[in-house]
């Protein structure tokens, strides 16, 4: 199975801070089929983007994704401060599909 | 708008079973694979299984192979999760989505606990 190791595993910043999320698999993961997900306490995770750098409905710009092959990247251009949550990592390129272990963003 | 709820969880002895159900309302089910991940309190997410549209092929994680079902119903919008041969390490809130692909729109989860 892909593993998908996510890192930092905590990153604390300051509101209105560039935040740089990275997931990274153990191989290519097949055609980008990569997507991130947001999730808060006590809450069911929400779709940020699918296919690598596709934003889901409703999701604000300042979030983006890019990457390809094994190395994968979120991006928060200005963090506000609904955005301090658990960030995950999920390929659904190649069964079974298999989730990273999460970054904590957290305030500083 | 697209609503999955979920049920059926509960507290169940070790090698006890549950049916976990999925009631979906919003969008055309019929159209939709639909896919259920689990997350063990304080821990994180674990894809478990997916369904496709029609029911025609199932996937499954490695840990719940030969013990977990998914199946669907589509005449009532609704996805099941059939669970048996429960172990400790099964306790964990169970998210049901829908989405052939990405998780579009997930649930609030049902809680199972496998415990003596």
């Known amino acids: 199975e892909i593993v998908l190791t996510q890192s930092p595993g905590t990153l604390a910043l300051s509101p209105g801070e560039r935040a740089t999320l990275s997931c990274r698999a153990s191989q290519s993961v097949t055609s980008s089929l990569l997507a991130w997900y947001q999730q808060k306490p006590g809450q069911a995770p929400r779709l940020l983007i699918y296919a690598a750098s596709s934003r889901a409905t409703g999701i604000p710009d300042r979030f983006s994704g890019s990457g390809s092959g094994t190395d994968f990247t979120l991006t928060i251009s200005r963090v506000e401060p609904e955005d301090f949550a658990v960030y995950y990592c999920?390929?659904?390129?190649?069964?079974?599909?298999?989730f990273g272990q999460g970054t904590k963003l957290e305030i500083k | 708008q697209v609503q999955v709820v979920e049920s059926g969880g509960g507290v169940v002895q070790p090698g006890g079973s549950l049916r976990l159900s999925c009631a979906a309302s919003g969008f055309t089910f019929s159209r939709y694979g639909m896919q259920w991940v689990r997350q063990a309190p304080g821990k994180g997410l674990e894809w478990v299984a997916f369904i496709q549209y029609d029911g025609s092929n199932q996937y499954y994680a490695d840990s719940v192979k030969g013990r977990f079902t998914i199946s669907r119903d589509n005449s009532k919008n609704t996805l099941y999760l059939q669970v048996n041969s429960l172990r400790v390490d099964d306790t964990a809130v169970y998210y049901c989505a829908k989405g052939s692909a990405s998780l579009e729109n997930w649930g609030q989860g049902t809680l199972v606990t496998v415990s003596s």
């Open positions: 999920q390929q659904y390129g190649t069964s079974p599909r298999t």
